[in-house]
């Protein structure tokens, strides 16, 4: 059975991936390493950010790991919020983020957007990247009150409720993190056989 680090301090994060990892994997979080600095952020890009994160934890604690990054990407604001998602308002409060973009997209009938996750993998050193999206809508108001960041203003394509409005099993079965994480999870099958 293979351990893994999974390097966030989001416990949202944390209970979508290990519901989908199921009982193939031990999941460790960065506390139970010792881990207790925020981890760097900086490279200015989604695959960048993840791939910093994972690099961190293996660098400094040498275990294997995985670390992801989303964002939300709106077409007609050039891909905002983007690597900014999680502090597009200046701060980590989702409903100040939904409300900045809403008031950014006020009167905008191009509602396009993209969530968009990046797991970096690193395993016996060598880095492993896996990319998910879900296209879908950005509604002129939230919807639900399930799921967490953007959830409740974004609506998948095909779909006529909001992440917010799905349970925790109908969203893992769509969502942009699952998406990238079967990709994942497949590679790591291939490992244990």
Known sequence: MIELCFATNNKYKLDEVSDQLGNSFII???????????????????????????DYVWTHFGTPCFADDSGLEVEALNGEPG???????????????????????????????QFVTVFTLVLHGVEHQFEGRIEGQILTEPKGIGGFGYDPVFQPDGQNRTFAEMSVEEKNGMSHRSRALTKMIAYLEKQVD
């Not at 139970?32 to 910093?52: A, F, H, K, Y």
């Not at 900014?84 to 980590?92: E, L, T």
């Open 28 to 54: 460790k979080t960065l506390r139970d390493i010792g881990c207790t600095v925020e981890l760097p952020e900086t490279s200015g890009t989604i695959t960048g950010n993840s791939r910093q994160k994972a």
């Open 83 to 113: 690597v900014d998602s999680a502090h597009y308002s200046g701060s980590r409060d989702a409903e100040k983020n939904i409300e900045k973009l809403l008031k950014k997209l006020a009167g905008n009938s191009n509602r396009k957007a």
